[in-house]
C-alpha cells in the first residue's frame, strides 16, 4: 500500500468531491462530526456557529487536522474549510449562510444540524422567554437549516440530510429537569421523517442521529463537579458508561455518505442502549 491508497473500506463511505455543512461545528459534537467527515475523505467544509471569532478559530482548527491527517483519503492542498458566524434561530442569517457556502464551493451535499442548547428547570418555573428562545434554537434554527440545504439539493440532484435529535426524543432523562428539551428533540425526529417523505422523490435523504450521554466539555464541565450526577446517568445506561463524541463517528458518516443511499426518514439511536431498557 502507497501512502495514497485509502484505507481498507467500503467505498460508498467515502466523503470524497461531497461538500458537507455543519451547523454547531465549532464546538462538542459538531466539531467532532467535521473530524470524521475530514478523515473520511471531505475536503470541502463549512461551518456555521453562533460567534464568528470562535467559528473561524475552531475553521482554523480544522483546516490543520485536516492537513496534519492527509495521509490516506485526502491530500492536505484540498483541504478548505470555511467558519460562518451565523446564528440558526435567524432565517435570514441561514439564508444568507448558505448563500455564502454556495458562493464558495457551488454546490452542497450533506448538511448536518447540530447547533442546539438546553436548559433545565421544572416546568412551572421555566421562564417563558427562554422557553421560546429554545424552541427558536432547537427546531425553527433547524427546520431553516434543513429548508436551506435542500432547496441547493434539490436542483442538483440529491444530498443526505442530518437532523441530531437525543434520546431525550423517546425517553424521559432523570433526574433533570427538561420538558421543553425533549419536547424539541421529540420534534426534530419527526420533522426529519416528515422531510424525508416530502423530498424523497427528489433523492434528498433526511434522517436523525440520535445519541444518549456524550461526554463533551459542557457535559464534562457538569459532571466534574457533581459525581453523584455521573454515577446515576451511568447507572442508567446499559452499557455502564457515557459516549465519547468519537463513538458518533461511524453512525454520522454512513449518513452522510453514499453507504446509506436506501435510508431516509429513520432515527438511529447512538445511547449504549438507554432506549431499550
Ligand atoms: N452532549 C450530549 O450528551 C448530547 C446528547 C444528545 C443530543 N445532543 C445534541 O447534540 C447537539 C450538539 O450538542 P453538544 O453536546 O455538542 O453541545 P455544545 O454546547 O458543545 O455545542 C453546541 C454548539 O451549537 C452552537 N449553538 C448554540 N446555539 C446556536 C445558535 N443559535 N446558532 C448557531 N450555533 C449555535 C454552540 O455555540 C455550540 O458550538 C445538540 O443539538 C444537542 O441537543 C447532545
Known amino acids: 500500500m502507497t501512502d495514497r491508497s485509502p484505507p481498507i473500506t467500503l467505498p460508498t463511505f467515502s466523503l470524497q468531491g461531497k461538500v458537507c455543512v455543519v451547523t454547531g461545528g465549532a464546538k462538542g459534537l459538531g466539531f467532532e462530526f467535521c473530524r470524521a467527515f475530514i478523515q473520511s475523505g ?150 426529519a421523517a416528515s422531510l424525508a417523505v416530502e423530498w424523497a422523490k427528489q433523492n434528498v435523504r433526511v434522517n436523525s442521529l440520535s445519541p444518549g450521554y456524550m461526554l463533551t466539555k459542557l457535559t464534562q464541565d457538569i459532571l466534574a463537579k457533581n459525581q453523584e450526577l455521573k454515577n446515576t446517568w451511568e447507572g442508567l445506561t446499559p452499557m455502564g458508561r457515557l459516549g465519547k463524541p468519537e463513538d458518533l463517528s461511524g453512525a454520522i458518516v454512513f449518513l452522510a455518505s453514499d453507504a446509506s443511499s436506501f435510508v431516509t426518514g429513520t432515527e438511529i439511536r447512538v445511547d449504549g442502549g438507554y432506549c431499550v431498557i
Open 42 to 191: 471531505c475536503t470541502s467544509l463549512a461551518i456555521l456557529d453562533l460567534i464568528p471569532t470562535e467559528t473561524e478559530a475552531a475553521a482554523e482548527e480544522l483546516t490543520k487536522y485536516g492537513i496534519a491527517s492527509a495521509k490516506y483519503n485526502h491530500r492536505a492542498e484540498d483541504v478548505k474549510v470555511h467558519g460562518i458566524g451565523c446564528d440558526v434561530s435567524s432565517e435570514t442569517a441561514v439564508q444568507e449562510a448558505f448563500d455564502k457556502i454556495m458562493k464558495a464551493y457551488g454546490r452542497i451535499d450533506v448538511v448536518v444540524a447540530s447547533a442546539g442548547i438546553v436548559h433545565n428547570y421544572p416546568a412551572l418555573d421555566y421562564p417563558t422567554e427562554r422557553m421560546k428562545q429554545l424552541y427558536d434554537v432547537n427546531v425553527h434554527g433547524v427546520f431553516y437549516t434543513a429548508r436551506e440545504g435542500a432547496k441547493y439539493m434539490i436542483p442538483q440532484g440529491g444530498g443526505s440530510i442530518i437532523l441530531i435529535s437525543s434520546m431525550s426524543a423517546n425517553i424521559v432523562n432523570q433526574p433533570q429537569l427538561q420538558t421543553p428539551y425533549n419536547a424539541s428533540k421529540a420534534a426534530v425526529k419527526h420533522m
